[in-house]
T-cell receptor, first 115, second 115 residues
């Protein structure tokens, strides 16, 4: 899988948008961008994924640049409960089962939402 | 999203004993389950990939005779830490895939402490 680069930490004020960047300059054409987050002492939680178009769901929006070398996860109205480590991962497309589709976690970005 | 459970949520055992951790997909059939380990202040490290009805595939550096994985059904995988030592103390997390979609769903994790 291609490697990703994320800032180690970010701060955000409660109620404001949190924009988390991710660089994946060596991403291949068949690789998706996934975002997960991990709240302290819990298992990771799936947030969103995309290939090349921008995506939005009830949790967040994902903006992928046209050259696909970077992306931004947007939490539109951050709350204190959004404080977590956010992981940007690239992975080949296809069924999530099978060893070819394992997720490789980097160090992620610790997002701290402040009151 | 799909629900994955783990049991127990935490366990304390004495050095030299074995501990079994269960991972269950509650509302879907998981053809593949993944086992991760996470040490304090570190990211998740994949230990092995488990496919239903076949032998697990272990990551480099993970002792297959020490970490026994069984995936006997589409809803249950177990990880047994044999002859546990204090250095095996960690947070063990499983994930399940195979929904035909693109997500992996993670369990809440099991905190193992070996004294």
């Amino acid at each position: 899988d291609a490697k990703t680069t994320q800032p180690p930490s970010m701060d955000c004020a409660e109620g404001r948008a949190a924009n988390l960047p991710c660089n994946h300059s060596t991403i291949s054409g068949n690789e998706y961008v996934y975002w997960y987050r991990q709240i302290h002492s819990q298992g990771p939680q799936y947030i969103i994924h995309g290939l090349k178009n921008n995506e939005t769901n009830e949790m967040a929006s994902l903006i992928i640049t046209e050259d696909r070398k970077s992306s931004t996860l947007i939490l539109p109205h951050a709350t204190l409960r959004d404080t977590a480590v956010y992981y940007c991962i690239v992975r080949v497309a296809g069924n999530s089962g099978g060893s070819n589709y394992k997720l490789t976690f980097g160090k992620g970005t610790l997002l701290t939402v402040n009151p | 999203g799909a629900v994955v459970s783990q049991h127990p949520s935490w366990v304390i055992c004495k050095s030299g004993t074995s501990v079994k951790i269960e991972c269950r997909s509650l509302d879907f059939q998981a053809t593949t389950m993944f086992w991760y380990r996470q040490f304090p202040k570190q990211s998740l490290m994949l230990m092995a990939t488990s496919n239903e009805g076949s032998k697990a595939t272990y990551e480099q550096g993970v002792e297959k005779d020490k970490f026994l994985i069984n995936h006997a059904s589409l809803t249950l995988s177990t990880l047994t830490v044999t002859s546990a030592h204090p250095e095996d103390s960690s947070f063990y997390i499983c994930s399940a895939g195979g929904l035909g979609g693109y997500e992996q769903y993670f369990g809440p994790g099991t905190r193992l402490t070996v004294t």
